[in-house]
């Protein structure tokens, strides 16, 4: 490839054709446009008539330099030009490209990926074999056409991890066994991964061996996210960058779903590394509420694994409902024994008070009970239901307790242990002894290294029963051995009993800060400090949301379960995805970067070049320039028309005027759309649009026609008519919705339908017509009827009956008996009168769903009847003669009646009590 | 045929529908608003046809002239029995003596009128056309005898007449520019020629100047389009005649323009000068004007005195 000012020719033989030009130059200039034809009958005096001009007998210059500029840009654009051609490696060695592809390279990956495309299509231009090898994810080499690598630089992706030294060795495993020599280009993302410098020296050997090595180092910043902290009421959050360069600023988000379950940014810092410092640290101070929802922070910027910080429980708000058995005693506040509780759990958690059956249906994740002996059988079972599906029951003892025989002679099952009768106090008036304090919390212990106050003392307790159980169940116990809470498993949640009181009338527990530390160890209120490794020995995490290397969180899927010290402790890979984890109840986030990590810069030997990346990486120009050539030719057209003067610029604008006003006049919709706010603007009748165009235009002039009817007519005064496409418009805003049936009517979507069935079920009415009465009985099989029971399946329609004698229907404004349209006897079917409902002794017609029946289903062809062209004259005929005239007319009173109907409902029912009502107010 | 007797309704509808009818119509809608043209006799000898032109002298006609004795040689049926019984003479019932002027028409039926630089404008032979009909229906409402010239269609009254002038006129010619025709025409009679007069000057000299020789008097009228007037082009054209038989081809339109309406000018300065030693009268029409206009034109042109004319 030959490079003339940084661009290069692909096949730079083909710009010889450039010599060329001059010529067609000469060619071009003798050829003169041709001329226009014009009929002119007045030719006789122009006869002998000379041009005293000549210039125009050549092609101007200008239209030259045009053609000539169009022909150069074809000769350059297939000579292949290449801009910021990459400099090619002359070795005819194949190549080896090694990229880090972790997170640190996310957030600039698509640099990463231009640069590696530009690089094998060098390496394809050379024709050699490229081996790819992915540092996070070694596999063995393969030496490939370029562009068959190419191909598959799909799969190259940034991981959510580093490179560990198993990788490493595996890479350099892969690299001794390859057979041929290559040269390397490793890619970069400027992080050290490895602690160990051997492997990666090892590694740098093995290519050395090969062939020469380059590094192409990305040279962007790194940054990454430590996991948040909670202290002192704000949350804390890392960031740390690898090289220690100038002052930086970030912006670090915090997300979460809002309480509409959308994820949004619900809080937003920023932060600035100083200049030379390579940490910086900011504190987001948030209300407990908004805390809870966060899911995630991530600096604003980047988009990389290495920028998130998930969060798990410890910002999470939990439910607690609190239930007593003292509830709506009218006590003092101090001694209600939920009132600590409260003071307790209220600043971080979401506190549900009332009976348990009305808390239970909205699933707490803590209820607690406080000196609640007995509850009735159901709600015990719904209760046991709970806890095994993953609840925490928290209780608390109380005199109730002592004094029930509740866990006396058997286990009960919400119960941890047995107890014995009475319990018992020390330190009372009537007692030896001093009131008892609480051992030191023993290991395996919730509890265990939480400091135990000196002033918490108890006097009074619930005294469990011996039993071979008791000792693994004791959490908690005073300092003689007598336990104070205890706790069993059930199913996936558990049951935690405080042998004292809730309030401070046994102990002085609930007045310490111990309790609300018990609290939080139990989970009852959110933690803030992170799990010891030690602490989840034993324990198996299965994940739930893992992040990829570009920081997106994805299902988990199918992936193994980790066990609990590794979680904490092992470093990112493919066995441990960063992401969020959960055991039992709890979760736990995995962080690419673990508490106290810090980046490392990328140190290379000395005799290693490294390069930047290419600022600009080489752009093909071909196409370029030959759409240049088609812009310039299309140019040269309108010059030509010009000079030979068949078309000008005013006639062109003339013409494209009228051609866009076509195209305004042909729009089958010219007219914006009627805003929903127009429509609900007043009262109009609706029709479905059928997508057969006649059958619409006649819905539309039958309506039209009952309009003018009811205006004429009754008070009832509707605007101009409306077709309704199911798909897309707002039923609620028209009373009835007229529907021709065609065979060919399309089923509407299921939007449509949930759409149809809420109108239906807010009393909106639809009219099924389906114009067939005059072939069939409507419900036979015509094919209209056919297509209407198919529509109607999925629809919320009640059972039907023909319409009785005595239904509103009839009397809503003319009394009718028979609903004639353009054909004469097909029956109509309306909502079928209720099994339970009764005739009421001197009531003419039923009451019935606020008397109005959502569907009325016909065949007679009702809107050809009312149709009317603009000058208000019917369209179809109807009948014969003046019996016709009649059924027109009575065709137009049901109309009326329907829409009475409609509107009125019940009303004309129950105009029917006027006389009485009128009687009994005395006149 | 006798001028009273009305076109039977069937035929009248026939050749309504039929093309010629059309123009018909349109030239009836075009004729209507103006008050019948009585053509001023221009001489009082000559032909001898009935007609309603009283001749302020005694003759053969409808209107009463004069009482006048009954002298020897007279006809007893010509005697006015209710004038004479009031004395003893007798007298005789004169009439005046009518006669109907006779209307020669030429309508350039040439290529060279099937023209119109626009789709908004009517070509030139169709306004050309329509002008002459309006006029021959003017003239049959006033008694005049109207006919073509040459031997085709002789002067006659009569609606029927229109008709048959409006069915010759539907029929085109493919000469490139028709000569005038001016064979048959009846010694001092007027005449009506309608044409662009762009072919050549020769013919329509000699034409003029044979009628001049029979005592006919008439009006030229010059239909052109508005292009011909303006020449609006530019660039390089090749001008072509409506049969293609001419062409010129310029390279710079624009720079023949001005040249041109010399031209143009000069062609009429020509026809003026030819029209002025005949006797005859120039007008000119644009087919972008109104044909009313044509037509008023045309009415004052034809009604004027022979003495005003020359």
């Given at each position: 490839?030959?490079?003339?000012?940084?661009?290069?020719?692909?096949?730079?033989?083909?710009?010889?054709?450039?010599?060329?030009?001059?010529?067609?130059?000469f060619?071009?200039?003798?050829?003169?446009?041709?001329?226009?034809?014009?009929?002119?009958?007045?030719?006789?005096?122009?006869?002998?008539?000379?041009?005293?001009?000549?210039?125009?007998?050549?092609?101007?210059?200008?239209?030259?330099?045009?053609?000539?500029?169009?022909?150069?840009?074809?000769?350059?654009?297939?000579?292949?030009?290449?801009?910021?051609?990459?400099?090619?490696?002359?070795s005819?060695?194949?190549?080896?490209?090694?990229?880090?592809?972790?997170?640190?390279?996310?957030?600039?990956?698509?640099?990463?990926?231009?640069?590696?495309?530009?690089?094998?299509?060098?390496?394809?231009?050379?024709?050699?074999?490229?081996?790819?090898?992915?540092?996070?994810?070694?596999?063995?080499?393969?030496?490939?056409?370029?562009?068959?690598?190419?191909?598959?630089?799909?799969?190259?992706?940034?991981q959510?991890?580093?490179?560990?030294?198993?990788?490493?060795?595996?890479?350099t495993?892969?690299?001794?066994?390859?057979?041929?020599?290559?040269?390397?280009?490793?890619?970069?993302?400027?992080?050290?991964?490895?602690?160990?410098?051997?492997?990666?020296?090892?590694?740098?050997?093995?290519?050395?061996?090969?062939?020469?090595?380059?590094?192409?180092?990305?040279?962007?910043?790194?940054?990454?996210?430590?996991?948040?902290?909670?202290?002192?009421?704000?949350?804390?959050?890392?960031?740390?960058?690898?090289?220690?360069?100038?002052?930086?600023?970030?912006?670090?988000?915090?997300?979460?779903?809002?309480?509409?379950?959308?994820?949004?940014?619900?809080?937003?810092?920023?932060?600035?590394?100083e200049?030379?410092?390579?940490?910086?640290?900011?504190?987001?101070?948030?209300?407990?509420?908004?805390?809870?929802?966060?899911?995630?922070?991530?600096?604003?910027?980047?988009?990389?694994?290495?920028?998130?910080?998930?969060?798990?429980?410890?910002?999470?708000?939990?439910?607690?409902?609190?239930?007593?058995?003292?509830?709506?005693?009218?006590?003092?506040?101090?001694?209600?024994?939920?009132?600590?509780?409260?003071?307790?759990?209220?600043?971080?958690?979401?506190?549900?008070?009332?009976?348990?059956?009305?808390?239970?249906?909205?699933?707490?994740?803590?209820?607690?009970?406080?000196?609640?002996?007995?509850?009735?059988?159901?709600?015990?079972?719904?209760?046991?239901?709970?806890?095994?599906?993953?609840g925490?029951?928290?209780?608390?003892?109380?005199?109730?307790?002592?004094?029930?025989?509740?866990?006396?002679?058997?286990?009960?099952?919400?119960?941890?242990?047995?107890?014995?009768?009475?319990?018992?106090?020390?330190?009372?008036?009537?007692?030896?002894?001093?009131?008892?304090?609480?051992?030191?919390?023993?290991?395996?212990?919730?509890?265990?290294?939480?400091?135990?106050?000196?002033?918490?003392?108890?006097?009074?307790?619930?005294?469990a029963?011996?039993d071979?159980?008791?000792?693994?169940?004791?959490?908690?116990?005073?300092?003689?051995?007598?336990?104070?809470?205890?706790?069993?498993?059930?199913?996936?949640?558990?049951?935690?009993?405080?042998?004292?009181?809730?309030?401070?009338?046994?102990?002085?527990?609930?007045?310490?800060?111990l309790?609300?530390?018990m609290?939080?160890r139990?989970?009852?209120?959110?933690?803030?400090?992170?799990?010891?490794?030690?602490?989840?020995?034993?324990?198996?995490?299965?994940?739930?949301?893992?992040?990829?290397?570009?920081?997106?969180?994805?299902?988990?899927?199918?992936?193994?379960?980790?066990?609990?010290?590794?979680?904490?402790?092992?470093?990112?890979?493919?066995?441990?995805?960063?992401?969020?984890?959960?055991?039992?109840?709890?979760?736990?986030?995995?962080?690419?970067?673990?508490?106290?990590?810090?980046?490392?810069?990328?140190?290379?030997?000395?005799?290693?070049?490294?390069?930047?990346?290419?600022?600009?990486?080489?752009?093909?120009?071909?196409?370029?320039?030959?759409?240049?050539?088609?812009?310039?030719?299309?140019?040269?057209?309108?010059?030509?028309?010009?000079?030979?003067g068949?078309?000008?610029?005013?006639?062109?604008?003339?013409?494209?005027?009228?051609?866009?006003?076509?195209?305004?006049?042909?729009?089958?919709?010219?007219?914006?759309?009627?805003?929903?706010?127009?429509?609900?603007?007043?009262?109009?009748?609706?029709?479905v649009?059928?997508?057969?165009?006649?059958?619409?235009?006649?819905?539309?002039?039958?309506?039209?026609?009952?309009?003018?009817?009811?205006?004429?007519?009754?008070?009832v005064?509707?605007?101009?008519?409306?077709?309704?496409?199911?798909?897309?418009?707002?039923?609620?805003?028209?009373?009835?919705?007229?529907?021709p049936m065609?065979?060919?009517?399309?089923?509407?979507?299921?939007?449509?339908?949930?759409?149809?069935?809420?109108?239906?079920a807010?009393?909106?009415?639809?009219?099924?017509?389906?114009?067939?009465?005059?072939?069939?009985?409507?419900?036979?099989?015509?094919?209209?009827?056919?297509?209407?029971?198919?529509?109607?399946?999925?629809?919320?329609?009640?059972?039907?009956?023909?319409?009785?004698?005595?239904?509103?229907?009839?009397?809503?404004?003319?009394?009718?008996?028979?609903?004639?349209?353009?054909?004469?006897?097909?029956?109509?079917?309306?909502?079928?009168i209720?099994?339970e409902?009764?005739?009421?002794?001197?009531?003419?017609?039923?009451?019935?769903?606020?008397?109005?029946?959502?569907?009325?289903?016909?065949?007679?062809?009702?809107?050809?009847?009312?149709?009317?062209?603009?000058?208000?004259?019917?369209?179809?005929?109807?009948?014969?003669?003046?019996?016709?005239?009649?059924?027109?007319?009575?065709?137009?009173?049901?109309?009326?009646?329907?829409?009475?109907?409609?509107?009125?409902?019940?009303?004309?029912?129950?105009?029917?009590?006027?006389?009485?009502?009128?009687?009994?107010?005395?006149? | 045929?006798?001028?009273?007797?009305?076109?039977r309704?069937?035929?009248?509808?026939?050749?309504?529908?039929?093309?010629?009818?059309?123009?018909?119509?349109?030239?009836?809608?075009?004729?209507?608003?103006?008050?019948?043209?009585l053509?001023?006799?221009?001489?009082?000898?000559?032909?001898?046809?009935?007609?309603?032109?009283?001749?302020?002298?005694?003759?053969?006609?409808?209107?009463?002239?004069?009482y006048?004795?009954?002298?020897?040689?007279?006809?007893?049926?010509?005697?006015d029995?209710?004038?004479?019984?009031?004395?003893?003479?007798?007298?005789?019932?004169?009439?005046?003596w009518?006669?109907?002027?006779?209307?020669?028409?030429?309508?350039?039926?040439?290529?060279?009128?099937?023209?119109?630089?626009s789709?908004?404008?009517?070509?030139?032979?169709?306004?050309?056309?329509?002008?002459?009909?309006?006029t021959?229906?003017?003239?049959?409402?006033?008694?005049?005898?109207?006919?073509?010239?040459?031997?085709?269609?002789?002067?006659?009254?009569?609606?029927?007449?229109?008709?048959?002038?409006?069915?010759?006129?539907?029929?085109?010619?493919?000469?490139?520019?028709?000569?005038?025709?001016?064979?048959?025409?009846?010694?001092?009679?007027?005449?009506?020629?309608?044409?662009?007069?762009?072919?050549?000057?020769q013919?329509?000299?000699?034409?003029?100047?044979?009628?001049?020789?029979?005592?006919?008097r008439?009006?030229?009228?010059?239909?052109?389009?508005?292009?011909?007037?303006?020449?609006?082009?530019?660039?390089?054209?090749?001008?072509?005649?409506?049969?293609?038989?001419?062409?010129?081809?310029?390279?710079?339109?624009?720079?023949?323009?001005?040249?041109?309406?010399?031209?143009?000018?000069?062609?009429?300065?020509?026809?003026?000068?030819?029209?002025?030693?005949?006797?005859?009268?120039?007008?000119?029409?644009?087919?972008?004007?109104?044909?009313?206009?044509?037509?008023?034109?045309?009415?004052?042109?034809?009604?004027?005195?022979?003495?005003?004319?020359?």
């Open positions: 490839m030959s490079v003339i000012y940084g661009i290069g020719f692909a096949s730079p033989w083909l710009l010889v054709a450039l010599l060329a030009l001059p010529i067609i130059w060619l071009l200039r003798a050829i003169p446009p041709a001329p226009k034809r014009q009929l002119f009958p007045a030719v006789t005096l122009l006869l002998g008539l000379g041009d005293k001009e000549t210039q125009v007998d050549r092609t101007p210059w200008w239209l030259l330099l045009l053609r000539l500029l169009a022909l150069a840009a074809v000769i350059l654009g297939l000579a292949g030009p290449v801009l910021n051609p990459a400099r090619a490696i002359d005819p060695k194949p190549l080896l490209l090694v990229v880090d592809a972790s997170w640190a390279g996310a957030a600039h990956w698509s640099e990463t990926r231009t640069q590696l495309q530009s690089l094998l299509q060098d390496a394809a231009r050379a024709n050699r074999p490229v081996a790819l090898l992915s540092l996070t994810d070694p596999t063995p080499l393969q030496f490939q056409p370029a562009d068959v690598q190419a191909r598959l630089l799909a799969g190259v992706v940034p959510p991890w580093q490179p560990s030294t198993e990788m490493l060795s595996a890479a495993r892969h690299v001794t066994e390859a057979q041929q020599g290559f040269d390397t280009l490793w890619i970069s993302d400027g992080l050290s991964f490895v602690d160990d410098r051997e492997a990666r020296r090892d590694f740098i050997a093995a290519l050395r061996d090969r062939g020469a090595v380059e590094v192409l180092q990305n040279q962007h910043e790194v940054v990454g996210l430590l996991p948040a902290a909670f202290e002192d009421g704000a949350i804390v959050l890392q960031a740390t960058r690898a090289n220690p360069g100038p002052a930086s600023a970030h912006q670090l988000q915090a997300l979460g779903l809002d309480p509409g379950g959308q994820e949004r940014i619900l809080a937003s810092v920023a932060f600035q590394f200049a030379g410092a390579t940490t910086a640290e900011t504190r987001l101070s948030l209300p407990a509420e908004l805390r809870a929802r966060i899911s995630r922070f991530a600096l604003a910027d980047v988009r990389s694994a290495g920028a998130i910080a998930l969060s798990d429980d410890r910002l999470r708000r939990r439910e607690v409902a609190l239930i007593s058995s003292q509830a709506g005693n009218e006590g003092l506040a101090l001694l209600s024994p939920l009132h600590y509780l409260r003071e307790a759990l209220a600043p971080s958690a979401d506190l549900l008070e009332g009976t348990l059956a009305n808390l239970l249906p909205a699933k707490p994740d803590v209820i607690v009970l406080a000196d609640v002996a007995h509850l009735p059988a159901a709600q015990e079972e719904a209760l046991v239901n709970w806890i095994v599906d993953g925490l029951l928290l209780r608390f003892a109380g005199p109730r307790l002592a004094a029930s025989d509740t866990a006396r002679d058997r286990e009960e099952p919400l119960m941890p242990v047995r107890l014995r009768i009475g319990g018992r106090s020390i330190g009372g008036a009537m007692s030896w002894g001093d009131p008892k304090t609480l051992a030191p919390f023993a290991e395996g212990s919730p509890f265990y290294k939480l400091e135990i106050p000196d002033e918490v003392t108890v006097r009074s307790q619930v005294v029963q011996p071979p159980e008791l000792a693994n169940r004791v959490i908690a116990e005073l300092a003689d051995g007598t336990p104070l809470v205890t706790r069993k498993d059930l199913g996936q949640g558990q049951i935690v009993l405080f042998h004292v009181t809730a309030n401070a009338e046994w102990s002085s527990l609930p007045l310490s800060g309790f609300v530390d609290l939080e139990l989970a009852v209120s959110s933690a803030a400090k992170a799990p010891e490794a030690t602490e989840l020995d034993g324990t198996i995490w299965q994940p739930v949301d893992v992040l990829d290397g570009f920081g997106r969180l994805r299902d988990a899927g199918t992936q193994p379960g980790v066990a609990g010290p590794a979680l904490i402790e092992a470093a990112a890979g493919p066995d441990l995805w960063p992401g969020l984890y959960q055991s039992g109840k709890r979760s736990l986030a995995r962080n690419v970067l673990p508490v106290g990590s810090t980046l490392q810069p990328a140190i290379w030997p000395q005799d290693i070049p490294v390069r930047a990346f290419e600022a600009s990486p080489e752009r093909p120009l071909g196409g370029l320039f030959l759409s240049m050539a088609l812009i310039l030719m299309a140019l040269d057209v309108a010059a030509s028309l010009l000079v030979s068949l078309w000008s610029p005013a006639k062109a604008a003339k013409g494209t005027a009228a051609v866009v006003l076509a195209g305004l006049l042909l729009h089958p919709n010219p007219a914006p759309a009627q805003t929903a706010a127009e429509l609900a603007g007043e009262l109009r009748l609706a029709y649009l059928t997508g057969d165009a006649s059958v619409d235009a006649t819905a539309e002039a039958g309506l039209r026609g009952l309009s003018d009817v009811l205006r004429y007519r009754t008070s005064e509707p605007a101009a008519p409306f077709g309704v496409d199911l798909e897309r418009d707002e039923l609620a805003l028209f009373p009835i919705l007229y529907w065609t065979a060919q009517q399309p089923m509407p979507s299921a939007e449509a339908y949930g759409r149809l069935n809420t109108y239906l807010n009393g909106g009415m639809i009219f099924f017509d389906t114009r067939d009465s005059d072939l069939s009985v409507t419900g036979s099989t015509s094919p209209a009827a056919r297509r209407l029971q198919q529509i109607a399946l999925a629809l919320d329609i009640p059972p039907l009956e023909i319409v009785p004698r005595d239904h509103v229907l009839t009397r809503a404004f003319y009394l009718l008996q028979d609903f004639p349209g353009r054909h004469l006897r097909g029956p109509v079917w309306v909502e079928a209720a099994t409902a009764e005739t009421v002794e001197g009531l003419p017609f039923r009451q019935l769903n606020d008397g109005v029946t959502p569907v009325v289903i016909g065949g007679n062809d009702w809107a050809a009847a009312w149709a009317v062209d603009a000058s208000g004259a019917p369209m179809y005929p109807v009948g014969r003669g003046y019996g016709g005239e009649r059924q027109r007319e009575l065709a137009r009173r049901f109309g009326v009646n329907l829409v009475m109907h409609v509107l009125t409902g019940n009303y004309k029912s129950d105009q029917v009590h006027v006389p009485a009502l009128l009687d009994r107010l005395g006149q | 045929m006798s001028p009273d007797t009305p076109p309704a069937a035929s009248r509808e026939a050749a309504l529908r039929g093309p010629g009818g059309q123009l018909r119509l349109r030239a009836e809608e075009a004729a209507s608003p103006l008050p019948p043209l053509v001023q006799a221009e001489q009082l000898a000559g032909a001898v046809l009935l007609g309603d032109h009283g001749r302020r002298r005694s003759g053969m006609g409808d209107d009463f002239w004069q006048r004795p009954v002298q020897p040689g007279d006809s007893r049926r010509m005697i029995h209710r004038r004479s019984a009031r004395g003893d003479q007798q007298f005789v019932r004169e009439r005046e009518q006669i109907a002027q006779t209307v020669h028409f030429w309508t350039d039926r040439g290529a060279s009128m099937r023209f119109a630089s789709d908004h404008l009517p070509t030139k032979a169709d306004r050309a056309r329509l002008l002459a009909l309006a021959a229906i003017l003239m049959v409402r006033g008694g005049e005898r109207v006919g073509l010239t040459g031997g085709l269609l002789p002067p006659r009254r009569g609606n029927i007449q229109i008709l048959r002038m409006a069915e010759s006129w539907t029929k085109d010619d493919d000469t490139p520019y028709a000569p005038p025709e001016h064979r048959a025409l009846i010694p001092h009679a007027r005449a009506l020629c309608i044409s662009d007069f762009l072919g050549p000057m013919e329509l000299e000699t034409a003029l100047a044979k009628s001049a020789d029979r005592g006919v008439g009006v030229l009228l010059q239909v052109l389009d508005p292009s011909e007037e303006a020449f609006p082009f530019a660039g390089r054209t090749r001008f072509e005649s409506v049969t293609g038989e001419l062409a010129h081809e310029t390279l710079k339109a624009r720079g023949l323009r001005d040249r041109y309406l010399d031209r143009l000018a000069e062609r009429r300065d020509a026809l003026d000068h030819l029209c002025r030693e005949t006797g005859w009268q120039l007008g000119l029409h644009h087919t972008e004007q109104s044909a009313q206009a044509g037509l008023l034109w045309l009415h004052g042109a034809l009604g004027r005195r022979a003495g005003h004319a020359t």
